[in-house]
């Protein structure tokens, strides 16, 4: 059972930064494509950037250009990068496998809240 939890968000003004991180329980989540996850009140739960086992990135249109993924296989953890952040990036931000892995998904974390207000 793959256990993950979510770190890394916080109140922050429009415009600035947060790291996110995505701490797995097993290195295994290195060999599978993992993606960041966000749901803000009210709307259902998307998908915002995934990574591939190599390192290739795909990134939601809202968030192209502002938010970077990564990943540290040597420490079991997923990164996402979040700049120029705008109020409609407030969610409560999830990581999993991504949603076309047969892996998809895995037990949910209880996320971390990201709040963009001035």
């Known amino acids: 059972q793959v256990q993950l939890v979510e770190s890394g968000g916080g109140l922050v003004q429009p415009g600035g930064s947060l790291r996110l991180s995505c701490a797995a329980s097993?290195?295994?989540?290195?060999?599978?494509?993992m993606g960041w996850y966000r749901q803000a009140p009210g709307k259902q739960r998307e998908l915002v950037a995934s990574?591939?086992?190599?390192?290739?990135?795909n990134y939601a249109d809202s968030v192209k250009g502002r938010f970077t993924i990564s990943r540290d296989k040597s420490t079991n953890t997923v990164y996402l990068q979040m700049n120029s952040l705008k109020p409609e990036d407030t969610a409560v931000y999830y990581c999993?496998?991504?949603?076309?892995?047969?892996?998809?998904?895995?037990?949910w974390g209880q996320g971390t809240q990201v709040t963009v207000s001035s």
């Open positions: 097993t290195s295994a989540v290195n060999n599978i494509f």
């Open positions: 999993n496998a991504d949603q076309g892995s047969a892996y998809y998904p895995f037990s």
């Open positions: 990574i591939s086992s190599i390192g290739s990135t």
